[in-house]
């Protein structure tokens, strides 16, 4: 019984990181309504920025504040240059797009700051959390920050003006321009917040998995996950799917004979399916009714 | 430009409505094609000759997911799994229990239709983001479930296994790779005919009422439920054959080779050749294979990021992939005749 705990207070532990990611998935996904393949490689490039701000004496929260600004402008212009010309060609082509944008970001992070693996600072130290050898005071913070940043979304989306915009460019675009939204702009901005949630996803991961370029490969794929598990069209669905996620992994790798590391992410997939299977909205997901 | 601008008006579904023509080539440049694909590896070298094998090969991959998603509007990111158990089975049927590599592709098509028969079963209730997780998750286990131990007799575990290329029959004066190149033109030459075919059929029609409106194709009596299946499993069929071909072309197989990167490549493939348009696979094809070393040459540290910059350029240019080009291409000689 205390090795089930244990492994859940673990799983708990690595589900903060995918919770964080799959928090940025549904952001992007609610403002273009497509999964942005990039995003992990956003994050991990605004990661990079944040470490050589440090590099250059910043204090980490100096650091931490600008890296989100950037990363905010960045995202805004990412979908101002590559993504705006593309909004009336096929989704297909956008995935493709995707894809690409991967590639560069990825290789320019490589040829700038090299392949060698560098170590991250994080603010809330390493020590183990209230006496508990799992949990570290770096993980308890991340959770802590995680769900403020959940509580954060909630307020903004259900009781600002600009929220209440964003959803309903999201929701009905036709609609939402007649009654004088900008819904190209909410895009931009939806771009923005998801590249700056990304970059805080980023930079609390970091001290956990280190810095290098393909770094996000692997939490990209489980923050995906998570967001599908909890339902797309949901922040706390994804939280709580990212939580589920590293809780699953983790039964899986101890109670499972005979899977290793390597078989732990099919797994936990295959589950996610099953789980799709009967609930095909996700956990949370609101299920949309198509009019015929 | 009016049907140029049609197909760029309606491009908000995920696949847009071809019609039946525009999915194939005319008869007269279809035969300039293949008589090209005839004459060229007599005047090449073998490395040429081996690099038109891979793009016949990867064309056809890149087919099948054409018949899937442009076809049936279903999507995949799973081809590679069904290409590595496509070129395993070609592999140890013939390194293990010595089967004609001839006879391998046959059963290979067929077991992997069998497999993504019913992989398409319970995948049936899932569509868009999530269809798409589910593949994936297939491709990501692909490698590790080849690594298992107790396959290991037969498959060689993470060392993989040496396959012996054939030799031309009939006592044929050709290289082994010019042999190989005839023998994949043939396979491919079918396939794409048989391909062509079938979307020109019943089952054809179905799989794009489908694509373009499920409740309406199954209000017509369409069985959505097994023509989807079916679309799955003629994809994974012709998959798993383009995998046959490929172990027995790089005559080499291991679990590493048929990574999620490959799907990747594969579904690229299928944008820039155009979504719907069965000849761009081959365009798609040779975009996939000779870019990344067209990037890897104007700048070594930079491949990846040359390689996203040149994928960029095609989608702004031409969103809709070489089928675009062909369009255009097309009025233009039209406008010429009439003149």
Redesign the interface.
Same mark, same amino acid.
């Given at each position: 019984m205390e090795l089930f705990t244990n492994q859940i207070l673990a799983g708990i532990a690595t589900g903060a990181i995918y919770a964080c990611m799959a928090l940025a998935v549904v952001m992007i996904y609610q403002a273009i309504d497509h999964?942005n393949f990039a995003q992990g490689e956003m994050a991990m490039f605004a990661t990079f920025i944040s470490w050589q701000l440090m590099q250059w004496g910043v204090p980490y929260w100096g650091a931490f504040v600008i890296t989100l600004v950037l990363s905010f402008l960045g995202g805004i212009a990412i979908e101002r240059i @590559?993504f705006k010309?593309?909004a009336?060609?096929?989704? @297909? !082509?956008n995935?493709?797009?995707f894809? +690409?944008? %991967? +590639?560069?970001i990825?290789?320019?992070a490589?040829?700038i700051w090299d392949f060698t693996i560098k170590q991250y600072p994080t603010p809330f130290g390493s020590a183990p959390f209230l006496g508990s050898q799992l949990i570290s005071t770096h993980q308890a913070g991340m959770i802590g920050v995680t769900l403020l940043l959940l509580i954060g979304l909630f307020f903004f989306f259900q009781y600002t003006r600009i929220g209440l915009a964003m959803r309903a460019a999201a929701a009905l675009p036709e609609s939402a321009r007649l009654v004088g939204i900008n819904t190209s702009w909410m895009i931009a901005l939806g771009w923005g917040m998801a590249s700056a949630i990304g970059a805080i996803a980023g930079m609390l991961i970091a001290p956990v998995v280190f810095l290098e370029p393909n770094m996000m490969g692997g939490v990209l794929?489980y923050g %995906?996950?998570a967001a599908?598990l909890g339902g797309?069209t949901s922040p706390f669905g994804a939280v709580i799917g990212g939580f589920l996620m590293g809780i699953f992994e983790n039964l899986a790798g101890t109670y499972i004979p005979g899977v290793g590391n &390597?078989?732990k992410?099919?797994i936990a997939?295959?589950l996610?399916?099953s789980v799709?299977?009967v609930k095909?909205a996700g956990l949370f997901g609101r299920h949309i009714v198509k009019r015929? | 430009m009016s049907a140029a601008e049609e197909v760029?008006a309606e491009?908000? &579904? +995920?696949? &847009?409505a071809v019609p039946k023509r525009a999915m194939t080539l005319g008869t007269g440049t279809s035969l300039v094609v293949v008589v090209l694909l005839l004459i060229v590896p007599l005047f090449t070298k073998n490395f040429i000759i081996f690099q038109m094998t891979m793009l016949l090969i990867y064309g056809l991959a890149v087919l099948a997911l054409n018949i899937l !998603?442009g076809g049936s509007g279903q999507?995949s990111l799973g081809q590679s799994a069904f290409y590595a158990i496509g070129a395993y089975i070609s592999a140890v049927l013939m390194e293990q229990f010595n089967v004609n590599y001839a006879l391998t592709l046959p059963i290979s098509g067929v077991l992997c239709f069998g497999v993504g028969f019913l992989f398409g079963k319970?995948a049936l209730?899932?569509s868009g983001?999530?269809l798409a997780? +589910?593949t $994936?998750?297939l491709a !990501?286990?692909m490698p590790?479930?080849l690594?298992l131990n107790f396959l290991e007799q037969w498959t060689g575990g993470v060392q993989g296994l040496v396959v012996t290329k054939p030799d031309a029959p009939f006592g044929l004066k050709m290289s082994q790779d010019m042999w190989l190149y005839y023998f994949t033109l043939a396979v491919t030459l079918a396939i794409y005919i048989f391909s062509v075919n079938l979307l020109r059929s019943r089952s054809g029609r179905a799989f794009m009422a489908i694509r373009d409106n499920e409740?309406a194709a199954s209000a017509m009596g369409v069985d959505v439920a097994l023509y989807k299946t079916l679309a799955f499993g003629i994809s994974a069929g012709i998959t798993g054959v383009a995998g046959g071909l490929g172990a027995i072309a790089v005559q080499f197989v291991a679990p590493d080779s048929y990574t999620i990167t490959l799907a990747?490549s594969l $579904?690229?493939g299928?944008?820039?050749g155009g979504?719907g348009w069965l000849p761009g696979s081959f365009v798609g094809a040779a975009f996939i294979i000779f870019v990344p070393n067209i990037a890897e040459s104007i700048s070594k540290?930079?491949?990846?990021?040359? $390689?996203?910059?040149l994928?960029?350029l095609v989608?702004?240019l031409v969103?809709?992939?070489a089928r675009q080009i062909a369009i255009v291409g097309q009025q233009l000689i039209g406008k010429l005749r009439k003149t």
């Open positions: 999964l @590559l010309p593309l009336k060609a096929p989704i @297909l !082509t995935v493709a797009g894809i +690409a944008l %991967f +590639a560069i990825n290789s320019c490589g040829l794929i %995906f996950a599908v797309l &390597e078989l992410l099919p997939l295959a996610i399916i799709l299977v095909p015929v | 760029v491009g908000h &579904e +995920a696949v &847009e !998603t999507f319970p209730r899932l983001v999530y997780l +589910a $994936f998750a !990501t286990a590790q479930l690594k409740i990747i $579904f690229l299928m944008v820039v979504v540290g930079l491949s990846g990021a040359v $390689f996203g910059v994928l960029f989608i702004f969103p809709h992939g």
